[in-house]
């Protein structure tokens, strides 16, 4: 079992700049370090769309349209996987959620997450 936690989120003005952050507890014996990790977002009305993973091997993953602007990181010995995002857009609004797998290489669909965070809301304003 893995419970994760995301923090960070608020508002912003555009071409602003915010780092989430997603804290996560694992149950003994099991390691954090060997999960792949990943955002998240969904805005109201859309569905929720990747944004970015990372490997247990630290390998990121993006988005395209994130990609140059956003940047995922993770600590594992703090158990904890950030999101910096830079050059923010106003369609970058949206509830941020964290997930967990035990699998190791990158995933980018939302079903493929088995363990997911309660999310944090990130807005943009114009």
């Known amino acids: 079992q893995v419970n994760l936690v995301e923090s960070g989120g608020g508002v912003v003005q555009a071409g602003g700049s915010m780092r989430i952050s997603c804290v996560g507890s694992v149950a003994s014996g099991r390691a954090f370090g060997d999960k792949v990790m990943g955002w998240f977002r969904q805005a109201p009305g859309q569905e929720r769309e990747f944004v970015a993973a990372?490997?247990?091997?630290?390998?990121?993953h993006y988005t395209s349209s994130v990609q140059g602007r956003f940047t995922i990181s993770r600590d594992n010995a703090e158990n904890a996987i950030y999101l910096q995002m830079h050059g923010l857009k106003p369609e970058d609004t949206a509830v941020y959620y964290c997930a967990a797998d035990h699998r190791r290489g990158i995933l980018t669909k939302a079903s493929e997450y088995a363990f997911w965070g309660q999310g944090t809301q990130v807005t943009v304003s114009s």
């Open positions: 990372i490997t247990w091997a630290e390998f990121p």
